[in-house]
């Protein structure tokens, strides 16, 4: 056990002052002053609601967009679709045969609740530093521009990690370039997407119906945490994600426990039993076919084998002993597909406890998609499990005949957000990335051959034709998603160099 501490203790000091190289690397004197400056504007664009089911927010940040890439002599669009518009930026030089790179950035965010918020606001910025008694304390924002930064300052609010924080970091490295007169050796047309957090539903459409304007040789996407070491790295491919909605039928109204707990079909008890069938006591799926056409080469295994992934620390992160076996490494358990059970609900609990039977048991699942799937074929194999185990099937809520006839009733409903992606490490794109950031950190990046997020690239990649790579800048324990969500000031700069480093880059 003292061994396994001194492990986990050294492990850690290991990952610190890796981490803490990079970022050091990444703030040269310049940066910092650039990122000083920068702040109130961070701060600015953060104020701003962005939860995409609201579209008057989503207006507020698509103009604040417009007039911020405006003023930088950015060409500014918009692509309209049935909602929220896409907004293109574009800046072209006078050559010719200059390539075209295509940028990715995501402006809407997560929900808020603010009551799990340590701060009264969630959009409005607040700056902290680590308390003494652990946790994280707010200090005076003027700090970041009154006195030398603290790297491990941290900015609390939504969108600081994923993704606005990018946003700023891409616009402070393009005033760097105006103040010192320099110019991309390419064109750029920056793309954002306004409606990622609710899965990007018009994005296929839109990229089908303006195909001529989004047209690049290769795409780009600020976006998501570095590897957990904290080293700069470059990710190849992402998951793609299918969502599934299950909802088994009990009693048609609730019942009371008492009169009918023997005699009433416990639905929360047959959905835990149904979700069961699906999985094994180590996390394999056990529905036939779920991982056919996957197959990893030595040469793949090598590669994912020189990620340096620290297991036990990712496991005393996550407070887990273990982790399930559907692989032997964590990045080989990356490349198949996961079935995930996001959500459980049936009755009530806690202060709203009921003595009764449950109408109903619903559970929502995703589906993690890897480049070998067709996210139709895996979403079959489910229904067709659901089915084999007794199930009558349908995609409603049952009539009362159905409800007769049939003792077991599941209403199943899947769509598909977007599918996965993969590039090719020795890509054009993958050999300038790679060029850009040895030269602006003197070390090789971390490159990972597929992330375990889902973003909306796969109809970029498909439609025009390109490949694609993510440059993720934020630490990795930023909560994105969750409350008290944060960048760390020293990613932050660090991520403005990152970028600088990748547009000064001569492709």
């Known amino acids: 056990m003292r061994c396994f501490k001194q492990y986990l203790v050294l492990s850690f000091l290991v990952l610190f002052v890796s981490s803490l190289g990079f970022s050091q690397k990444g703030n040269d004197p310049i940066f910092l002053k650039y990122a000083k400056a920068s702040f109130p504007q961070l701060k600015d664009l953060l104020s701003i609601p962005n939860d995409a089911h609201f579209p008057e927010e989503i207006e507020k940040n698509v103009k604040w967009c417009e007039q911020n890439f405006g003023q930088r002599g950015f060409q500014l669009t918009r692509l309209e679709t049935p909602e929220a518009p896409l907004l293109l930026a574009e800046k072209s030089i006078k050559n010719p045969n200059a390539k075209t790179v295509l940028i990715y950035l995501q402006v809407d965010g997560q929900p808020v609740d603010p009551n799990h918020w340590f701060q009264d606001n969630p959009y409005e910025a607040v700056l902290k530093e680590q308390a003494k008694e652990g946790g994280w304390e707010i200090i005076d924002w003027s700090n970041l521009t009154e006195k030398p930064l603290d790297l491990d300052w941290r900015i609390f609010a939504r969108s600081t990690a994923d993704s606005k924080g990018a946003v700023n970091m891409f616009l402070t490295a393009i005033d760097m370039m105006l103040d010192q007169k320099l110019s991309t050796n390419f064109n750029m047309k920056v793309i954002m997407d306004f409606e990622e957090e609710i899965g990007s539903p018009n994005l296929p459409q839109a990229v089908t119906k303006y195909k001529k304007e989004l047209a690049a040789d ?94 036990r620390y990712i496991n005393n992160k996550l407070g887990v002993a273990e982790a399930q076996k559907v692989a032997p490494t964590y990045q080989e358990s990356l490349q198949y597909p996961s079935l995930n059970v996001r959500g459980l609900s049936s009755g009530w609990v806690g202060e709203e406890t009921r003595t009764i039977v449950p109408a109903t048991a619903t559970a929502e699942i995703d589906i993690r998609l890897v480049l070998e799937n067709d996210p139709d074929r895996l979403i ?100 994105q998603h969750s409350p008290n969500e944060n960048i760390r000031v020293g990613n932050y700069v660090s991520g403005i160099k990152t970028i600088y480093s990748i547009l000064t880059e001569e492709l």
């Open 218 to 311: 290769m795409l780009i996407i600020f976006d998501g945490p570095l590897h957990i070491s904290g080293d700069p790295s470059l990710t190849f491919g992402a998951r793609g994600i299918s969502e599934i909605t299950l909802k088994v039928f009990g009693p048609i109204f609730p019942q009371h426990s008492g009169h009918y707990g023997n005699w009433a079909p416990n639905p929360a008890v047959r959905l835990s039993r149904l979700i069961a069938s699906m999985k094994d006591d180590d996390g394999r799926v056990t529905i036939p076919g779920f991982y056919d056409g996957i197959t990893l080469s030595d040469e793949v295994k090598a590669v994912l084998k020189s990620v340096p992934d620290d297991e």
């Open 380 to 479: 079959n194999l489910v229904k067709n499990h659901i089915a084999l185990e007794g199930y009558y099937v349908i995609d409603r809520k049952p009539t009362s005949r159905e409800r007769a006839t049939h003792s077991h009733i599941c209403q199943f409903n899947a769509s598909t957000s977007y599918l996965a992606f993969r590039t090719d490490f020795d890509s054009e794109v993958g050999i300038w990335l790679d060029k850009a950031l040895v030269k602006a950190f003197g070390k090789t990046p971390v490159k990972q051959r597929t992330s375990g997020g889902s973003i909306p690239i796969s109809p970029f990649v498909n439609e025009l034709g390109i490949p694609a790579v993510t440059v993720p800048t934020v630490q990795r324990d930023n909560n």
